[in-house]
């Protein structure tokens, strides 16, 4: 998981007065963090920047910035079995489950993102969109709550085709 980092009040106030005197690469390290990106796109700058590797450490340990979230990062290879990316019960139960998600959690955001579950024709083409719909929640929400739709999602997966048969009928007689 690469982690999100956003400036402490303590960070937000050496960016107005510049009390401690940072060394202008870990200033400009301290201005990026916004929040929005993580910590591999910010260390992907340091070298631009000539800032040491641990530019990002250097910032946390002075308490100028801390970690608020995580991108999330779709859970190990857990994909579609081959033939059911056609099987149009599960399509429906992808479509009904991320088109209720989209209107749930990302409310008019997530219009683009219902025109690409729109387009998708099968199980297989709204698969491909879990990682979007899971970055989109996260940004919109939070990325525990990505996480859980993730976990949420997969499961359905595993929901048998056919109903249930009644509990009555798979219970045994207790001898009394």
Excluded at 140 to 153: C, H, I, K, V
């Amino acid at each position: 998981m690469a982690y999100i980092h956003a400036k402490t009040a303590a960070g937000r106030q050496e960016i107005e007065d510049r009390a401690r005197r940072l060394p202008p690469s870990l200033r400009s390290i301290l201005l990026m963090v916004d929040g929005q990106r993580d910590d591999d796109a910010l260390t992907a700058v340091l070298p631009g920047l000539r800032a040491p590797d641990d530019a990002l450490a250097q910032l946390a340990r002075m308490g100028l910035i801390e970690i608020v979230g995580g991108v999330v990062a779709p859970p190990a290879a857990r994909t579609l079995t081959a033939g059911r990316e056609k099987d149009p019960d599960l399509y429906k139960r992808l479509y009904d489950w991320m088109s209720e998600s989209v209107r749930r959690h990302l409310g008019l955001k997530g219009y683009f993102m219902q025109l690409k579950i729109e387009r998708c024709t099968d199980a297989g083409a709204l698969e491909k969109l879990w990682p979007d719909m899971a970055a989109a929640v996260a940004k919109a929400r939070s990325p525990a709550l990505a996480n859980r739709w993730l976990s949420d999602t997969h499961a359905l997966l595993d929901v048998p085709d056919a109903p249930t048969p009644p509990l009555e009928d798979t219970v045994a007689a207790v001898p009394g």
